[in-house]
């Protein structure tokens, strides 16, 4: 029987590749044949722009955290096989003020998502939180099993973090005993600097094997493939980014297993022989582009 895992991928500190963590490891597990939702839960809508989709007033999880719609009714399909996600908009900006008027408001996104993560019909639902340690990013963090926090190899990163982890810790010491830590992943590498080197080094020390061996370098068309609408893994497959990427989806499904298939053996994932594919109305790159 599959087990849905709620994951949210959230660092109140903003640039750290968090939106594109979200959009191109949704992207590149759905490549995989799992089932993939994602919940934008930033007023930025970033990860809804990313994934092919224009924000839309109503359809969001806002209204459903209101009482006002059903979850199943805000459900968007992308373009992609395997691949879902419920939008942001413009009104979710609201939602710090609203939902700290609700009572039990710390439930509120645990209670939407319940339906959907009753049914089965997932194996992950990725929270894309925004950017604050307010009242949206704890309601999200009592929702989930656990928090995956990018982060770039530079001091000022490392505060962050150590906010992060230390939200962590409160949340589970009272609204939500089960959760964890999911790890850390650095994103937009530099891997001649010396500085980087430094920091990945201080993160593994202190948090051993919560810190994702998969790192995720600097990349041209990971820039560019937002401004798409498309992910990095289908826009241009071949690329570092995307390669990258598609690497971590399998860490990532290693540490957080839905369901036992023959893609595993043991806790090693055996990667595939070929990337995914583009869909066939996706953008193709164009001739002569290497990732950088």
Not at 92 to 100: D, H, P, Y
Not at 243 to 266: C, H, I, L, Q, S
């Given at each position: 029987?599959?087990?849905?895992k709620?994951?949210?991928?959230?660092?109140?500190k903003?640039?750290?590749?968090?939106?594109?963590?979200?959009?191109?490891?949704?992207?590149a597990?759905?490549?995989?044949?799992?089932?993939?939702?994602?919940?934008?839960?930033?007023?930025?809508?970033?990860?809804?722009?990313?994934?092919?989709?224009e924000?839309?007033?109503g359809?969001?999880?806002?209204?459903v955290l209101?009482?006002?719609?059903q979850i199943?009714?805000?459900?968007?399909?992308t373009?992609?096989?395997?691949l879902?996600?419920i939008?942001?908009?413009?009104?979710?900006?609201g939602?710090?003020?609203?939902?700290?008027?609700?009572?039990n408001w710390?439930?509120a996104i645990?209670?939407?998502?319940?339906?959907?993560?009753?049914?089965?019909?997932?194996?992950?639902?990725?929270?894309?939180?925004p950017?604050?340690?307010?009242?949206?990013?704890?309601s999200?963090?009592?929702?989930?099993?656990?928090?995956?926090?990018p982060?770039?190899?530079?001091?000022?990163?490392?505060?962050g973090?150590a906010?992060?982890?230390r939200?962590?810790?409160?949340?589970?010491?009272?609204l939500n005993?089960a959760?964890s830590?999911?790890g850390?992943?650095?994103?937009?590498i530099?891997?001649?600097?010396?500085?980087t080197?430094?920091?990945?080094e201080?993160?593994?020390?202190h948090?051993?094997?919560?810190v994702?061996?998969?790192?995720?370098?600097?990349?041209?068309?990971?820039?560019?493939a937002?401004s798409?609408?498309?992910?990095?893994?289908?826009?241009?497959?071949?690329?570092k980014?995307?390669?990258?990427?598609k690497?971590f989806?399998?860490?990532?499904?290693?540490?957080?297993?839905?369901r036992?298939t023959?893609?595993?053996?043991?806790?090693n994932?055996v990667p595939p022989?070929?990337?995914?594919?583009?869909?066939?109305?996706?953008?193709?790159?164009?001739e002569?582009v290497v990732?950088?």
């Amino acid at each position: 029987m599959k087990q849905t895992k709620v994951i949210a991928i959230a660092n109140q500190k903003g640039g750290v590749g968090k939106t594109t963590t979200v959009v191109n490891l949704a992207a590149a597990l759905s490549a995989r044949k799992r089932q993939v939702l994602v919940v934008d839960l930033d007023p930025q809508a970033h990860a809804t722009l990313g994934l092919g989709l224009e924000k839309q007033a109503g359809t969001s999880i806002y209204p459903v955290l209101l009482g006002q719609r059903q979850i199943a009714d805000v459900i968007q399909p992308t373009k992609w096989s395997n691949l879902n996600v419920i939008p942001s908009e413009v009104d979710l900006a609201g939602a710090e003020i609203q939902l700290g008027g609700l009572e039990n408001w710390q439930q509120a996104i645990r209670n939407a998502l319940a339906p959907v993560r009753e049914s089965g019909a997932f194996d992950y639902i990725i929270l894309d939180c925004p950017p604050s340690l307010g009242i949206v990013m704890t309601s999200a963090l009592v929702a989930t099993d656990g928090v995956l926090i990018p982060i770039q190899a530079e001091y000022l990163a490392m505060d962050g973090l150590a906010l992060i982890t230390r939200s962590i810790e409160m949340v589970r010491s009272g609204l939500n005993p089960a959760l964890s830590l999911n790890g850390i992943v650095f994103t937009m590498i530099n891997s001649q600097a010396r500085l980087t080197t430094d920091v990945m080094e201080e993160v593994r020390n202190h948090f051993g094997d919560k810190v994702y061996e998969t790192t995720i370098p600097r990349n041209v068309r990971v820039s560019e493939a937002p401004s798409m609408g498309v992910p990095v893994v289908f826009l241009d497959p071949r690329s570092k980014g995307a390669e990258a990427y598609k690497a971590f989806a399998w860490e990532f499904m290693a540490k957080n297993p839905t369901r036992v298939t023959n893609e595993t053996v043991g806790n090693n994932p055996v990667p595939p022989a070929e990337p995914p594919a583009a869909p066939a109305n996706a953008p193709v790159a164009g001739e002569g582009v290497v990732g950088a």
